[in-house]
């Protein structure tokens, strides 16, 4: 009887709200004793705020005390943290534990141990596509295609959701394998692919016929801006008089990159403003110093963020002209925060960004001024750099000849 009458002081202790744990408890029950209590000073605002999380206090106490086996705190910290970025059910908000932070920097210097593959995750049916495929990796090697559906890593089956928690598996030790399945049409292929140390290219260049000069920049990141400029710098000294930017399935990267390659063709003005949710707004303006080549920018469906940010810029301000196909539209913007003297961090969605005329890009996109659609057939297909059978490149190469024209 007098253990139903402690467990029901248990509940109504909890349902006031008035439980006091005690350090020097023998047992689950005695953590409602209150005896020996050691008390500190703070602020009202700060009791409140760690009231708000009393009870997650609670029940780690009771674990760490009482369950039945010594618990990994430090890993019921870690999913406590991804649950919390979790529930707001957005993609782009992340956590980054040491390994992964690790990762993410290595990716950006463009050197890392895994199987070579770029992909994007679609927010609409939640699917995972390989975009590009990089030249002499593994992934290439094995017959992985650009346009196949990611569809699981090892265990891990992978969606729109989980798709960095496959980054993750995948990158690793150099040699050791990793499994991974594809949808590739209606037809579902496992790979076993050993993992090499790979070394992104993010910028490509080379020379057109007639004077037209081709930049494919595959994503912004690392040093891609300075990659971009000396390729720019490149093409002119031989002769461009023109100059196609294809940015198709580039999903993005640092806005920072955006801006810096978007400076070199235009003047000052804006690029495009962002707001948060409190309305605060923020400006990326450009300097004084053009180049006036005359421009083309190709863009696909797999064209985001970033990418978005540079051709919407450009387009709307006059300064290029847009060929492809619908792009993705990833409208918002993320903040990616250190923590722990930067042994990890978080990545955090907190703004909105538009074009210089107020144009939304988020969930709509941006509409080509030539819209040039891949042949189906066509739509996994490799082409060498500058190939003009390649259709789009060819409707962009053409509609450069024209600016070349306009401008005689």
Same mark, same amino acid.
């Given at each position: ?34 005896? &020996? ?83 994007? #995750? ?20 094995? #017959? ?20 960095? &928690? ?18 590739? #049409? ?50 002119? &000294? ?11 399935? &580039? ?106 005329? #107020? ?50």
């Amino acid at each position: 009887m007098k253990k139903k009458v402690l467990i029901i002081a248990m509940l109504l202790a909890l349902m006031a709200g008035v439980i006091v744990v005690s350090a020097n408890a023998s047992s689950p029950l005695d953590y409602f004793g209150g005896r &020996n209590q050691k008390t500190v000073t703070i602020s009202q605002e700060e009791y409140d705020r760690l009231s708000r999380y009393k009870k997650m206090d609670t029940i780690m106490q009771y674990i760490e005390q009482w369950y039945i086996e010594e618990p990994d705190t430090d890993k019921m910290i870690e999913n406590a943290t991804r649950g919390i970025l979790y529930a707001l059910e957005d993609p782009y908000t992340f956590y980054y534990n040491e390994e992964e932070w690790d990762r993410m920097k290595e990716e950006d210097e463009g050197k890392y141990g895994g199987i070579g593959i770029q992909m994007l #995750g679609n927010a609409e049916d939640y699917s995972v596509t390989i975009t590009r495929v990089f030249k002499d990796t593994p992934a290439q090697r094995a #017959g992985v295609l650009k346009g196949d559906v990611l569809v699981r890593v090892e265990d891990l089956e992978v969606d729109f959701y989980s798709m960095q &928690n496959a980054v993750n598996i995948m990158r690793g030790t150099v040699e050791t394998p990793v499994e991974i399945e594809v949808k590739r #049409g209606e037809e579902y292929i496992t790979f076993h692919i050993p993992r090499a140390m790979i070394h992104v290219n993010r910028v490509e260049h080379t020379m057109l016929e007639d004077n037209v000069g081709l930049i494919i920049l595959y994503e912004f990141a690392g040093e891609s801006e300075q990659e971009f400029s000396a390729a720019l710098e490149e093409l002119k &000294n031989q002769g461009a008089k023109a100059l196609i930017v294809d940015l198709r399935d &580039n999903g993005g990267g640092w806005v920072d990159s955006a801006s810096h390659i978007a400076d070199l063709f235009l003047d000052d003005g804006l690029l495009f403003y962002s707001e948060d949710r409190y309305g605060n707004r923020e400006e990326s303006k450009m300097k004084e110093g053009k180049d006036d080549i005359p421009l083309v920018i190709l863009i696909n469906g797999q064209s985001a963020s970033s990418a978005e940010i540079l051709s919407g810029g450009l387009h709307d301000r006059g300064r290029a002209t847009l060929v492809g196909t619908q792009s993705y539209g990833k409208g918002i913007m993320q903040v990616v925060i250190p923590l722990d003297d930067d042994l990890e961090g978080f990545q955090m969605t907190y703004q909105q960004y538009f074009l210089p005329s #107020g144009v939304k890009v988020h969930k709509v996109g941006l509409t080509p001024d030539i819209i040039s659609e891949m042949p189906e057939e066509l739509a996994n297909a490799y082409f060498e750099l500058g190939d003009l059978s390649d259709p789009q490149l060819k409707d962009a190469w053409e509609t450069a000849r024209s600016l070349i024209n306009t401008e005689i």
